[in-house]
């Protein structure tokens, strides 16, 4: 899955609001009638089905966060960080920003007929508390307190000024049923195989070939859903899904597509895609590696690597190619300090000859076998990637090609799904091919790849800074930014931010990480467009694609 998902001015204003208009929709609705069709989602993750849907695991939260548990408020990182109610109709920000109020909707239902209330919100935020592994954007590194209040609202507590950290509160962390998660003995391995949530869906049946998810006939939007059955088919590779979705067997594709006019739009009129840049595909590079700290090396590395050849080569340039600084452009263009990034090489343009004085510089040599040497040591590493993703495979194969040229050798390991991510996320590789989140603002992605609050002990899952970069004085830049509003402030933070990846080059960004999102009009209205980006539209995009889920309904 790709999902492994601008708040400036605007969305600070937003959120510094006394409070948020309520939906527009009310509650207590049902969709007993009215829904039918079956959607098809075809997107290969490389592997079966697991069956698990814990909303706190990285490994499922994809399955589950929109359609089947939902969040407090949606945050649309499309939509320069717009923001809409969901199980919280309203909130406000007071004691200088350090305290954040939610009036949670009532009416809303657990798909089992008990009430969601109140303390199931302060339960679940103190859940994360009590099991660090659950909690994937570190909040608690700036809670201090979650408590109910009276009968339907939630006061958290901040240590200090944190409104930017509205969109990992609000939007990135599911509510879950205080009566079935208080009985679970260890909820970090629960795999939460049948999810009871307030969602659009529920998950009706889950095989390792297919996730059948049903229309949740009592849900708290009066008329929503309108389709009545969503499968979701595993594949383990991109030319089995990508066949499936041009001979009209799926309706809703989120995956790379060589060719894409010839071999998906010219099939049918109704076929379209969009794929907007919302972050950075990268090499991860573990920094616990005695050979890998050497930060001339990484720099060696990240002149070394045609980032455009990568783009062409392996994403026929849907993607186009990333900067060392991090920032996606042209999406977060004016948030990318051009004249720092042109001492480094010009944001470390593709240079092979600089990439070797660094190396000879640092002592190492070439051997017979062409592999820079110091001290008996060889650049000789392995990367970890996701078999399943072709075009991946074919960007690092450019990767390898051009470390090569250097005298670095990398041998690619193109893992199932589960073996990749497992390698990942506990730190066990030397290099890793793979891609953050990202969020509202380009601090987002910095802050998943440098705050040492989300890295983890080798051997423990870590909820991103995958490569287990710390830094005292990069920590203190990221806890910074939440503490102000002023755009002025925060541009400055993200420049400090930019400097630390081209001084350090902790992580290696190498093409714009896009949301594959391909659809079919002639089955289908409601889809997210370009001229109507209501979510982010990849079927892997959570909690988006259940905003996507609730807005579709059978074309006429």
Known sequence: MRRFKIIGAFLAAGLLAAACGTSST???????????????????????WTCGFNPYNLSFIQYSLGPVYEPLAFVNTLQSGKVSPWLATSWAWSNGNKQLTFTIRNGVKWTDGKPMTAADVAYSFNLLKQNKALDLNAIWSVLSSVTQKGTNQVVMTFKAP????????????????QHIW??????????????????????????PQNITYKANPHYWQPGKPKVATVNYP????????????????AQWGSQFIPSIQKFYLDKSPNYHYWFPPVANVSLFINLTNPILKNVAVRQAMAYAINRQKASTIGEYGYEPPSNQSGIVTPTFSSWLDSSQAATFGNNYAYNPAKAISILTAAGYKKGSDGIMAKGGQKLSFTIANNGGYSDWVAAVNVIQQDLKAVGIQVTPKNLASPAWQAAVYNGKYQLAYNSETGGPTPYYELRQWLYSGNSAPIGQPAGSNWERYSNQATDAL???????????????????????????????????????FQYDTGTFSGWVTQSNPYAQPAAYNYPDWGQQMMNLQPAK
């Open 478 to 516: 990221i806890n910074a930014y939440p503490t102000t509003t002023d755009p002025a402030t925060q541009h400055s933070i993200v420049t400090k931010l930019q400097k630390v990846m081209l001084q350090e080059v902790p992580v290696i960004p190498i093409t714009e990480s896009v949301d594959w």
């Open 26 to 48: 009310s509650s207590g609705g049902s969709t007993s009638s009215g829904t039918k069709g079956v959607l098809t989602i075809s997107n290969e993750g490389g592997s079966l």
């Open 234 to 249: 595993a594949f383990t590779s991109n030319d089995t899904a990508n066949t499936y979705l041009a001979n009209g067997q």
């Open 182 to 207: 208080s009985t679970i003995s260890d909820p970090v391995k629960y795999p939460d195989s049948h999810p009871v949530g307030t969602g659009a869906y529920t998950m009706s049946n889950c095989t």
């Open 162 to 177: 944190a409104v930017t950290y509205f969109y990992y509160i609000a939007d990135q962390v599911a509510i879950v049923p």
